[in-house]
């Protein structure tokens, strides 16, 4: 593997190691070289911690002078809540600094690559690019478009089904995968349901693994049917928000609000308004929804185009019923040549299951 490659590798396996706690900030890693050795490598930790390039300079001392520095994202330029990495490299006298990506932000992109080259630094962008693109899919997406990156997931028999045609669906995958889905519970800021699945299921919406982090919970309830005793509502594990359409009953409103819940009221008449939801989240900061939908929910946010990845869990058992339901509902569309592509398509086995990752192609 060429050398540059080599040591880039090993930066963006320090920022992924982070993943889950860096959030709102994106993962960076950083690793510094003089004369063949590792002289300092470094990770962002947390938000308003120092950045991976000022852990790893700390560690090098004056062994980075005259080194070379490799780090994942761009350094700062900007005096953020810590000063701007790109003056720090060049006060430390490092000779190189290779860089995998560029920073997304428009403001500042380009900027800490003109300071370090203002200083007669030699800067090489691109290396391991696609790999440190990918791992700040999230915040990449989130500081371009303010909006939340969109995971949609469902689980279903391999013939499509959710639950039988009597709405039975516990369980339809295996221990391990379930497992997996908490684990992406987790990572992921909030997590949306439709009303149906809560009044099928009463599900908890909690990432139940160790450490495990519990999203804020999203239901999507058009004319606020929920009841007050369903456990998102009463169990207090984690915040709840509530989208309705226009002109809800005020008295269910007030008695959720009484309960804690958060009502927000969408644009929309009969439906919830899934632009209005993804808006009000992106103002309020969410970077990251996990939506676990039902086939009405998830079949409104992919024809809204509002899908960023898909992860489907597939069960190897065939359930049949034309009545049972599927994890895409809705109008559905009406020629092959509509329908959603999904490229960078992986499938992993899981157990007994099979997870399938993939993104829809942007129309
Ligand atoms: N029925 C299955 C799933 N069902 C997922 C439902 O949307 C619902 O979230 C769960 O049934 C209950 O949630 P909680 O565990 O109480 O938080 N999801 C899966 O990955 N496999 C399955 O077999």
Not at 45 to 65: C, Q, S, V
Not at 109 to 114: E, K, L, M, P, T
């Amino acid at each position: 593997m060429p050398q540059d490659d080599f040591y880039m590798a090993l930066a963006i396996n320090n920022a992924k190691s982070m993943k889950g706690q860096t959030e709102p900030n994106p993962l960076v890693g950083s690793v510094i070289v003089n004369g063949g050795r590792v002289v300092g490598i470094g990770a962002h930790l947390k938000a308003g911690e120092p950045h991976a390039e000022i852990h790893a300079l700390r560690m090098a001392g004056d062994a980075a002078r005259g080194g070379t520095i490799y780090v994942t994202l761009e350094p700062c330029s900007h005096h953020g809540r810590t000063g701007p990495c790109a003056e720090a490299i060049v006060n430390a006298g490092l000779k190189k600094v290779v860089i995998a990506t560029l920073d997304p932000n428009p403001l500042v992109s380009g900027n800490g690559v003109a300071i370090l080259e203002r200083a007669g630094i030699d800067v090489k962008v691109g290396v391991c690019e696609e790999e440190a693109r990918q791992m700040n899919e999230v915040f990449n997406l989130f500081i371009t478009e303010k909006r939340p990156f969109i995971t949609l997931k469902a689980a279903s028999t391999l013939d499509g089904k959710i639950a039988t045609r009597s709405l039975d669906s516990k369980w339809i995958t295996s221990e391990e995968a379930r497992l997996d889905v908490h684990q992406l519970r987790s990572e992921n800021q909030a997590i949306l349901v439709g009303v149906g699945t809560v009044v099928e299921d009463d599900p908890e919406l909690t990432a139940r693994i160790p450490d495990g982090r519990n999203p804020l919970r999203i239901v999507l309830d058009s004319s606020l049917r929920i009841s007050l005793d369903s456990k998102i509502v009463a169990d207090g594990l984690a915040e709840t928000w509530i989208f309705t359409a226009q002109k809800v009953d005020s008295e269910k409103k007030a008695a959720l609000e009484q309960l804690g819940i958060s009502v927000f009221e969408t644009s929309g008449l009969k439906q919830v308004d899934v632009r209005d939801v993804v808006r009000i989240l992106g103002e309020k900061s969410i970077s990251s929804l996990f939506i676990e939908g039902g086939g009405t929910v998830n079949a409104a946010f992919l024809e809204a185009g509002l899908v960023d990845k898909t992860v489907f869990y597939f069960a190897p058992k065939l359930i049949g019923g034309k009545q049972a339901p599927t994890f895409i509902e809705g109008m559905g569309y009406d020629l092959m040549k509509d329908a959603v592509e999904l490229e960078r398509g992986e499938f992993v086995k899981i157990g007994k299951d099979f997870k399938f990752t993939g993104y829809p192609v942007k129309k």
